[in-house]
């Protein structure tokens, strides 16, 4: 077992402190044009956009675009550069099928990251887990079926897990490379795949700026961590930017474990 030092937490909000960023996002008409209009999308965005600073909020709003057009890559196989057609996936990947419908996959993506809102600071989970939690319960009260909340249960816990959600295909599938997309580890599906094509690609990149969502996000997993370490276990992504913070605590720029 890892064990971290202490590391001096005087300078880091309380528990379930307000975040000063929360709620600063802003989603145009043209941005809201894209998300699905069933009542659940709607209570989801407006949770994230008010626990979420604005750069995380686009970032999840961006995932759901990304992870939308992996979809229809897997299944109408449109050829890309790095996206293997079905033959060559792995046999897990083949077996696991299901497919979130667009208002399950966009509640999903857009509160992928909520875990890591200051309400949720006591709860001893890691973030991925406590955003899966907020989901479930939410799709469960407007009446998705149980397989459907699991399945996003499974790709909102399971995002941050290199090696495993790319397994599993499906949803759990396309919501990670969703996430790796925005962040540059893997290709981003190609403007045909995204409804309105490279004009729209560019109005999103315009009207959802990255900010500065890497340190951002990174900064605000490492805020919980260190208010409880439970929330970042040694082997995991939460885990390697608390190992950075602690190993370089003066840093003041994206997290060097990120």
């Not at 979420?52 to 992870?67: D, E, N, Q």
């Not at 599938?173 to 690609?201: N, Q, T």
Request: aromatic residues 6%; glycine residues 6%.
């Amino acid at each position: 077992m890892c064990h971290y030092p202490d590391l001096d937490t005087t300078h880091h909000p309380e528990a379930g402190a307000a975040d000063a960023g929360a709620g600063t996002g802003t989603i145009t008409a043209a941005v809201r044009a894209l998300m699905p209009t069933q009542p659940v999308c709607a209570e989801a965005l407006t949770l994230a956009k008010a626990a979420l600073p604005a750069s995380i909020l686009y970032h999840s709003f961006r995932v759901y675009l990304y992870a939308q057009a992996f979809l229809r890559i897997f299944d109408d196989d449109i050829a890309a550069r790095d996206h293997p057609p079905a033959e060559h996936r792995h046999e897990q990947e083949q077996e696991y099928t299901f497919r979130a419908p667009p208002h399950v996959l966009f509640v999903a993506c857009i509160l992928h990251d909520i875990g890591t809102a200051p309400q949720h600071d006591s709860v001893p989970e890691r973030f991925e887990v406590v955003g899966a939690d907020v989901a479930a319960r939410l799709l469960r009260a407007h009446d998705v079926p149980d397989p459907a909340v699991r399945d996003v249960w499974l790709a909102m816990a399971l995002h941050t897990s290199p090696g495993i959600a790319e397994r599993l295909g499906g949803t759990v599938r396309a919501v990670r490379l969703a996430v790796r997309a925005d962040f540059g580890s893997y290709p981003a599906p190609p403007p045909e795949s995204i409804p309105g094509g490279a004009d729209m690609m560019s109005t999103v990149r315009w009207k959802l700026p990255r900010l500065e969502i890497e340190k951002e996000l990174g900064d605000a997993v490492v805020r919980q961590a260190l208010l409880d370490r439970i929330k970042a276990p040694a082997a995991s992504w939460p885990g390697d930017l608390l190992r950075a913070k602690v190993a370089d605590p003066e840093w003041e720029g994206v997290n060097q474990g990120f």
